[in-house]
């Protein structure tokens, strides 16, 4: 008899193992012939060792499909155990679903202009997301360096934010350098929890594979095989957001959103976003893409207070 230790570390027990560990018992009905013993984000399974290669076989493929789809059921188990089942792919995703995000929820572009986006995506390597509050800018990015990442397309996903105060003084929050910067960067992380289980995004944060870190971090460095996103790039300097843009590598996607109507630079400093979608609009590889108030899928008042601040900018 041999045993052989699993870990599940990067995952959830209890959405691994199910409510009462139906799918733990899922998986020792279709495995009758070795003993699993479940101990926090480990399993041991004991049994001879031509018996336990069935099981770490089924073990891969349990795996597969969770990080695909976000979940797993008694039946997926139960299916993944049979003749049918071929690198761990039941289903298709549907076409319009960039990544399942935790529980099994389906994440996709819901309006035009976002589902441009993802079109845009798979023929440029540089995208500029334009446009107010609310319009699924970052969301969409994130989601897309997700899926990059799953995918195996990418080997890191790298998101950083100008960290400039609106309206409030940095230095006066309480913290180390990390912990007051955490707060500017809470919406990328708001996007990540969505997508990935608590301790699978934390794991890729802990070993590098998903970095966030804000903009004057990016100085010197070359981003290889990466995704990166520079959200609120209106907040960027003309050379700060150069120094971005010319820090892309080879086999890297890179994501720029901004709003131009939510400018926090002071007075005497005119944002970089303005002038690189001018300068770089006619280059082959850059695609810029601008939303509307008819993009917005946050309540519908949001809709009618941008179009408010429209109009009262036109009239002054």
Do not use: W
């Not at 309206?167 to 007051?180: A, Q, S, V």
């Amino acid at each position: 008899m041999s045993e052989k230790v699993f870990s599940i570390e990067s995952y959830s027990p209890l959405d691994f193992f199910g409510a009462g560990d139906r799918n733990l018992n899922a998986i020792r009905e279709v495995n009758p012939k070795v003993k699993i013993i479940a101990r926090g984000e480990y399993l041991k399974v004991i049994g001879e060792p031509a018996e336990i290669s069935v099981f770490e076989e089924l073990f891969r493929l349990i795996l597969i499909h969770f990080e695909r789809f976000g979940s797993i059921t008694e039946n997926d188990i139960r299916q993944l155990a049979g003749p049918g089942s071929q690198n761990g792919i039941l289903k298709d995703s549907p076409p319009d679903v960039l990544v399942h995000g935790r529980n099994g929820t389906l994440i996709k572009a819901r309006t035009a202009n976002q589902m441009r986006i993802v079109q845009s995506i798979e023929a440029n390597d540089m995208i500029f997301a334009i446009g107010p509050a609310g319009t699924g800018k970052t969301y969409t990015a994130v989601a897309l360096a997700v899926r990059a990442l799953k995918n195996h397309e990418v080997k890191r996903i790298i998101l950083t934010r100008p960290a400039v105060e609106a309206g409030e003084n940095l230095g006066f929050l309480p913290g180390d350098m990390k912990e007051k910067l955490d707060p500017y960067m809470q919406p990328l992380y708001d996007a990540l929890r969505d997508m990935l289980p608590p301790q699978k995004l934390l794991t890729y944060i802990e070993d590098g594979t998903i970095e966030i870190a804000p903009l004057a971090f990016m100085r010197g460095r070359t981003l290889d095989n990466v995704f990166a996103i520079l959200d609120e790039a209106q907040n960027a300097t003309s050379a700060q957001l150069k120094m971005f843009l010319t820090r892309m590598g080879r086999s890297a996607k890179f994501f720029i959103t901004g709003d131009v109507t939510q400018i926090d630079l002071p007075r005497n400093q005119k944002s970089g976003l303005i002038q690189a979608t001018t300068i770089l609009k006619d280059i082959k590889g850059i695609d810029i893409i601008t939303l509307d108030e008819t993009d917005v899928l946050r309540h519908k008042l949001v809709s009618k207070i941008i179009k408010a601040y429209d109009r009262e900018n036109e009239q002054t």
